[in-house]
């Protein structure tokens, strides 16, 4: 399972955009990449997945350049509900079989006023 | 989505004791993992519950301490055994439904915030 670093934590204002990196350098063919919100005393909540290039759903954008070895999400306006944990995970399909969910140490978003 | 009931959803338990925690989820699915998440930390996955068969321990846990039934593919529980304050943390619950590649997801519950005193 490719390993994935982040920034620990980040600072933000309300109503800016705001880019958190993932590095997956080990990240394998097979892989794609996921992002997971997380509230204080709740689960992890599916944000957007990819595999390369440019995804975008009602929440946020997902940026995986061409080498796959770093992806960015992108949280455009953010508010001061968008402050969570945020997680960036890579493992491969469900379809192969296998498939386990590691998590990494993740980025504390803290948007401010 | 699937949709997950897990419960309790906290429990205030005594040292040497051990807790079962359950998971149901409404709907059919392929895999159900158990995640333990400490305060202010990440997750980590305990174990992978197998439909039919013994489940998959990670690294660091094993069956004695965390006994894991999965009858069936709508429900899981998770035991905590012989409890000491080290076990004291979230416990969370996750399923996945196989679908096309790239479309899949993870649904988690609440989780059980357990405290051993």
């Known amino acids: 399972l490719a390993k994935t670093t982040q920034p620990i934590s980040m600072d933000s204002y309300e109503g800016q955009e705001v880019n958190i990196t993932c590095s997956h350098n080990?990240?394998?063919?097979?892989?794609?990449i996921t992002w997971y919100q997380q509230f204080p005393s709740q689960g992890p909540r599916f944000i957007i997945q990819?595999?390369?290039t440019k995804v975008t759903n009602e929440v946020a954008s997902l940026f995986i350049p061409a080498d796959r070895k770093s992806s960015t999400l992108s949280l455009p306006r953010v508010s001061l509900s968008d402050t969570a944990v945020y997680y960036c995970l890579v493992g491969d399909s469900l379809n192969t079989g296998g498939f386990k969910t590691i998590f990494g140490a993740g980025t504390r978003l803290f948007v401010k006023a | 989505s699937a949709v997950i009931s897990q419960k309790p959803s906290r429990d205030i338990c005594q040292r040497g004791t051990s807790l079962t925690i359950q998971c149901q989820v409404d709907s059919q699915v392929t895999m159900m993992f158990w995640y333990r998440q400490q305060p202010g930390q990440s997750l980590t996955l305990i174990a992978t519950?197998?439909?039919?068969?013994?489940?998959?321990?990670e690294s660091g846990f094993v069956i004695d301490k965390f006994p894991i039934s999965r009858p069936n593919l709508t429900f899981s529980t998770l035991t905590v055994s012989n409890m000491s304050p080290e076990d004291s943390s979230i416990y969370l619950c996750?399923?996945?439904?196989?679908?096309?590649?790239?479309?899949?997801?993870?649904?988690f519950g609440s989780g059980t915030r357990l405290t051993v005193v």
């Open positions: 996750s399923v996945a439904k196989t679908g096309s590649p790239g479309l899949h997801g993870y649904t």
């Open positions: 519950a197998n439909q039919g068969s013994e489940a998959t321990y």
């Open positions: 990819g595999y390369k």
């Open positions: 080990n990240i394998a063919t097979n892989d794609y």
